[in-house]
């Protein structure tokens, strides 16, 4: 595609919105600027291709579609049939799996539709069997209150929060955490690693009906193989969620006892992380849970996004060229230099390094809070998150990390080398903030001191860092 092609689609785009409210058209080009200025190091973002972001933006949006390929709710539904099973089909093709469901809206939907599906197949429900027959919204209070009865309690095991696992691998803030009786495996105090013989222990003695692997925060390989003879061993139904890793997969960087597909019962995921397509949802699996499944709309998902879908089939469609593969290679790559970067200057790494997209900084070395040093970075032009670290002290809101991963950059170019030069920046700025007093003179966990003037310096070297790099390159607004 040219670069008249894309700028000409972008620029006619913000004139057509700009006519009804502008101040939308200046949020949208506001927003591509501050992303091409920033040194984007959030884990879980991408920048998804002209192409992904231009199938999102017309009229499937408009289409209701609930049901499945072929066999919808809703009439004249051809077009949005051919756009979901071409995503189905590459998400099929791309990751080796017998089955693609491509509905879901984001990676929450996607758990919940698997956790359904689980417990639709393992667990004897008449009432579920009612609710699978009918509309949802046709149940009586009667009927959910057998639901509940008969489906509560459940269990499962899933990594802990703090050694990396995810708020919807049964936390209580979110729904699965009511749903499910939860327990979770952490990892080895002394490694930072997971401990698979500690996570055999917690099956056999809890006996989940569901096994979870999966992360938000760990920046290590997990061996699937192992986690689905520990499933086994309790008679678990193993569900992998590779929400942040799906790119790895598909790039072909996780494979044998890494690669989750063939060793899960059951395989969700976000698609706009390392995958690198439109925000989403996917569920893989084989045929024993398809049908299951294909029920996540209107169990606990209203009607698909046929826009989102189009997109979710170029994405997929991009990551199956062999191009991808050199990619996800490079994501990896350039974690482990910023990792080396970092511990090269002394800054403490859970784990000690990385094998995937993510690097975990314990920022405890530099006297910081992870919410003083994520806002100090930002000051700095560098934008990540703060996350806890194993038996943080400062728990989940102030923290003692900071999460930063290489997709993103990645994905605009840059290689080991500014890699490197990033975590000089990253150093810089987190050695020279300090904390700030409370007016009592206790220290604040949110305050900090740094010196206005480095902070700008940061700034300018990271867009400099990033001016051999240009975002969108073929795309031009002005
Ligand atoms: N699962 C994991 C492992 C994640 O890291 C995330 C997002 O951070 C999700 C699920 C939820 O994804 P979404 O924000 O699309 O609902």
């Known amino acids: 595609m040219s670069l008249n092609a894309e700028s000409t689609a ?5 004139e057509v919105i700009r006519a009804v409210e502008p101040r939308v058209a200046d949020a949208i080009g506001a927003e591509l600027a501050d992303q091409r200025e920033s040194l984007k190091l959030i884990a879980s973002e991408n920048y998804a291709s002209p192409a992904t972001l231009l199938a999102m933006g017309n ?17 004249g539904c051809q077009n949005v049939d051919t756009v979901e099973a071409l995503a189905a089909e590459h998400a099929r093709e791309l990751f080796g799996a017998a089955h693609a469901y491509v509905q879901p809206h984001s990676g929450i939907d996607a758990n919940l539709v698997a956790f359904w599906a689980i417990l639709a197949d393992r667990v004897e429900s008449p009432a579920l069997k009612k609710a699978q027959v009918r509309q949802v919204n046709d149940l009586t209070e009667a009927d959910w209150f057998a639901l509940r009865r008969e489906l509560g309690n459940q269990r499962m095991l899933g990594m802990s929060l703090d050694a990396g696992g995810h708020l919807t691998h049964g936390f209580r803030p979110n729904i699965s955490g009511k749903m499910f009786d939860q327990r979770s495996y952490g990892t080895d105090p002394a490694t930072g690693l997971i401990d698979y013989d500690k996570v055999a222990e917690a099956a056999r003695e809890f006996k989940p009906l569901i096994l979870v692997a999966g992360y938000s925060a760990y920046p290590r390989k997990v061996n699937f193989r192992i986690m689905r003879e520990i499933a ?3 008679g678990a139904t193993f569900m992998v969620d590779m929400a942040h890793f799906a790119g790895l997969v598909a790039g072909k960087v996780f494979t044998g006892d ?8 059951i395989v969700t995921t976000t698609t706009h992380k390392s995958l690198r397509g439109p925000r989403g949802g996917m569920v893989l699996c084989g045929p024993e849970l398809a049908d299951q499944v294909d029920r996540g709309c209107p169990m606990v998902l209203g009607g698909p996004l046929p826009h989102v879908m189009a997109a979710k089939a170029v994405a997929l469609a991009e990551a199956r ?7 996800a290679q490079r994501i990896v790559d350039n974690a482990q230099a910023l990792a080396e970067g970092l511990l090269r200057r002394g800054t403490k790494l859970v784990t000690g390094g990385t ?3 993510l690097v975990l900084l314990d920022i405890s070395g530099y006297g910081l809070t992870g919410r003083q040093a994520e806002q100090a970075l930002l000051d700095s032009g560098i934008v990540t998150n703060r996350n806890a670290v194993p ?9 003692s990390g900071i999460r930063i991963g290489t ?10 080398a500014e890699m490197d030069q990033t975590a000089e920046l990253i150093h810089t700025v987190l050695s020279q903030t300090s904390p700030r007093s409370n007016a009592d003179g206790t220290p604040s966990k949110a305050k900090y001191v740094l010196d206005a003037a480095l902070a700008d310096k940061v700034s300018k070297q990271a867009s400099d860092l990033l001016t051999g790099f240009p975002l969108y390159p073929a795309v031009d607004l002005a």
């Open 59 to 75: 009229w499937f949006s408009d289409k209701y579609a609930e049901g499945t390929v072929g066999r919808r709710f809703y009439a």
């Open 321 to 327: 060229r062999p191009d991808f593969a050199d990619y």
């Open 407 to 416: 997709p993103a950059l990645t994905t605009r170019g840059l290689g080991t």
């Open 258 to 265: 890494f690669d989750p597909v063939p060793h899960a019962h």
């Open 232 to 234: 086994e061993s309790v």
């Open 391 to 399: 038996q943080d002290p400062n728990g989940a809101w102030y923290t």
């Open 355 to 357: 094998d995937n997209h």
């Open 10 to 14: 972008f620029r006619s785009a913000l």
